[in-house]
């Protein structure tokens, strides 16, 4: 299953990024990757062109499959066509990708599903370095859930069958929720507050800080509160277009955040990554090395670890879907 075929078709009538505005961080960064080359290499790089294509809701777009702007880039950027493996940018060819990725999609609209669909999401995680699957769909209307495998119930589990589809629906909670000031959201009512987010990074962490409530730690600078709010935020399934423009804008400001290309993500793909590192335990108790990780050529979110790998989650499949229990 191709999990970004569904997320192309979401917005397949997104208009394309506007030329001057991808221009300037598409140079910058093209010029790093000349500067950056080793200099023992006689040979100019290769090349390979990629298209700069329409965004869709909940992730970037640099894909082959739309028409859209040509931009020459290294052919070996990613580190996955030549095999040199892992290979971190500069600070300033970190925060020129970062952009270029932002600058693709800041125009775009993003596609709210209707409230009688469901966001199917597949996810991973590793326990003791073993990998453990599930999959679950949310209604957007906040009226259902269903996993796989399901939940055991509390009590005699005799007859429990965890391959069975558990489908659980009850009241829209949005309005209690609202009313009695919960941190609880629908899945609507957070890709809502996140829509009225402004893509200016600044002002975007500043309502996220003050309206995201994942809670404060004392002690906890804003670098590593962004930190923390941005690999929290990348864990939702849909996320406006403008506010993914907003999110690598913000990481290009953290202080110490480095892309490293020609990674893998957790479960094995081809990746980039966007990393801190922090020497020291930090108050959340976070210490090594922190990334998340991106689709080289689509910047869909594939997952993050923390702490020198030692958790890590991967997404394996997401979409948009009409009954639990269906796939993209």
Known sequence: MNELSPLRGLRADAPLPDADR???????????????TRPERAALPRRRMILIGAATAGTLALTTATAGIIATLPEDHTGTST????????????????????????????????????????????????????????????????????????????????????????????EKWKKEG????????????????????????????????????????RAQRDWREIDVLYRSVLIPPNVQAGLFRALAKIPGARVTTGVKDPL??????????????????????QEIFFDPESYAYLGQTHNDGQMASARAAWGVVNKPGTRP
């Not at 590793?126 to 259902?144: A, C, I, L, N, Y």
């Not at 957070?190 to 309206?211: C, N, V, W």
């Not at 966007?274 to 335990?281: E, G, I, L, Q, R």
Request: proline share 8%.
């Open 268 to 289: 094995g793909r081809a990746a980039i990554g966007v990393s801190v590192t922090y020497a020291d335990k930090t108050p959340s108790g976070w210490q090594g090395k």
């Open 83 to 174: 095999g040199q493996g892992p290979r971190p940018l500069s600070a300033g060819a970190s925060a020129d990708a970062l952009e270029l990725a932002a600058a693709t999609v800041e125009k775009h609209n993003g596609t709210e599903p209707g409230p009688k669909q469901w966001v199917y999401d597949k996810s991973t995680v590793f326990v003791q370095g073993k990998p453990q699957s599930s999959e679950e769909w949310t209604r957007w209307d906040g009226t259902g859930h269903a996993n796989l495998p399901g939940i055991p119930p509390a009590g005699d589990i005799s007859d429990f069958d965890p391959d069975k589809l558990q489908v659980w629906y009850g009241p829209n909670q949005e």
């Open 182 to 221: 919960y941190d609880d959201r629908s899945q609507r009512q957070f890709y809502r507050f996140l829509a009225t987010l402004p893509s200016d990074a600044d002002r975007m962490m500043k309502r996220i800080r003050q309206e995201h409530a994942i809670g404060t730690i004392a002690g906890e600078t």
């Open 22 to 36: 991808l221009a300037a961080p598409r140079a910058r960064l093209t010029a790093a990757f000349r500067q950056e």
